[in-house]
């Protein structure tokens, strides 16, 4: 039996920290991103005579766009792309990041829908960086929302992103609406049966084969 350790970098989508008037939490997919980091962190899973578990880096935009972030010298709005810059004079932290997403095995999404699309400090942060650091690698993609739908609109158009920058989407979506509802603010879970928590399973199971099968070829072959 082989132990794999797969590089994962979890992208959070919302860049919000401002409760809503009628209040709630400042940004509800902390709640989400908590619940998926101790989800991956104690997950160990078998896939064949392999065991996989994960190694996690997780990217915030609030982090990424905030002074001295990796992402701060070229804004949310995108002015300056990674891949638009000479390597010299990239700051250390954009580099490291860099490293970070071309390293990585396979991709997760965190994400709630802005205006039924994409929020725009994912596409920011993930635009930043250019196909051939994603390429020859999956993504998964868990979106939610505060009301009922579970931010399932925005990962229609995510599963595109990916697609375009060359990581792309296993089938299975994980999708969770009414998140206050679901989840303590923590991220623990209100009650660990709740149908809609065994969606992310499935969903790294698929994650992980398609993660393992390209970390396989492109030892093999590299990438196209």
């Not at 725009?120 to 690698?137: D, E, V």
């Not at 697609?163 to 009650?191: F, N, Q, R, W, Y």
Request: glycine share 8%.
């Amino acid at each position: 039996m082989t132990a794999i350790t797969l590089r994962t970098v979890v992208f959070l989508g919302s860049a919000r920290n401002i409760s809503p008037p009628w209040g709630g939490d400042s940004r509800l997919g902390d709640r989400v991103l908590a619940w998926v980091k101790s989800a991956l962190t104690s997950r160990s899973a078998s896939l064949g005579d392999d065991t996989v578990t994960h190694k996690l880096k997780i990217v915030d935009p609030l982090d990424c766009f905030s002074p001295g972030g990796a992402l701060h010298f070229s804004g949310g709005e995108l002015r300056q792309p990674a891949f638009f810059t000479p390597a010299d004079k990239l700051p250390e932290a954009t580099k490291q990041l860099q490293e970070e997403i071309k390293n990585a095995d396979c991709y997760l999404i965190v994400s709630p829908e802005y205006n039924h699309s994409v929020p725009p400090a994912l596409a920011s942060i993930m635009g930043h960086f250019g196909g051939s650091n994603y390429t020859c690698k999956p993504s998964g993609i868990v979106t939610y929302s505060p009301g009922p739908f579970a931010g399932m609109r925005a990962a229609m158009q995510i599963q595109v992103l990916c697609h375009e920058l060359g990581c792309l989407p296993v089938s299975k979506l994980c999708g969770l609406p009414t998140v206050s509802d679901i989840l303590e603010a923590d991220g623990t879970p209100k009650d660990a049966e709740h149908r809609m928590l065994k969606q992310l399973p499935e969903l790294m199971t698929q994650l992980e084969w398609m993660a393992v099968a390209m970390k396989n070829q492109r030892e093999k072959s590299g990438t196209f």
